[in-house]
């Protein structure tokens, strides 16, 4: 069964049908999702959505490298991006957290050898009756939200977390 969100709009189709709970393994596609996850907060998916393509381009193909060189004039270009969900602490996360994707880069190999040493590298598979049985955050969300905020990432609380790694197939919640 699907999910009731995915048929609320032909993005949200798509994004469920082609990206949702798949399992991935790439880091700049990690990256875009934490990303994206993080300028979600207190916001719809589909407003995110909307904007994908544009913050894309703004955020040069979300290319975690670039990004955590960006300095003053990249930060005011971004706050003025029509592309960007203009909030400062949300703009200032993610120069913050793609300098800190790297250092796990160079700790752990890749990012995605880090994510996935959480669940000994298989996804995390819960069936439910109820789509209202879905929670918002669960243990291992709170345990990778926890340590991520150790390493100095923002916008990392466990709801956003807990969505992130559905998106990235390491939680892949399914209805009966």
């Known amino acids: ?6 048929d609320s709009h032909p993005l949200m189709a798509k994004y469920y049908d082609n990206e949702w709970g798949i399992p991935s393994h790439d880091d700049t596609y990690l990256f875009e999702m934490l990303v994206l996850e993080g300028m979600q907060a207190g916001l719809s998916w589909l407003t995110i959505l909307k904007r994908r393509e544009g913050m894309r381009t703004a955020l040069d193909q979300f290319d975690y490298q670039k990004i955590a060189k960006y300095e ?13 969900i203009k909030n400062k602490l949300k703009i200032g996360s993610i120069i913050n957290n793609a300098q800190k994707f790297i250092e796990i880069q160079q700790e752990f190999g890749s990012f995605d050898r880090y994510i996935w040493s959480f669940t000994d590298f298989k996804p995390v598979i819960t069936y439910f009756e109820e789509e209202s049985l879905v929670p918002a955050d669960n243990a291992l969300s709170q345990q990778i939200s926890k340590n991520l905020k150790q390493r100095g990432f923002k916008f990392v609380g466990p709801v956003i977390i807990y969505g992130f790694l559905g998106a990235i197939g390491i939680i892949q919640d399914r209805l009966h």
């Not at 069964?1 to 995915?6: L, V």
């Not at 003053?72 to 960007?84: C, V």
């Open 1 to 6: 069964m699907r999910f009731s969100w995915a």
């Open 72 to 84: 003053a004039d990249d930060f005011n270009r971004l706050m003025t991006s029509d592309a960007m």
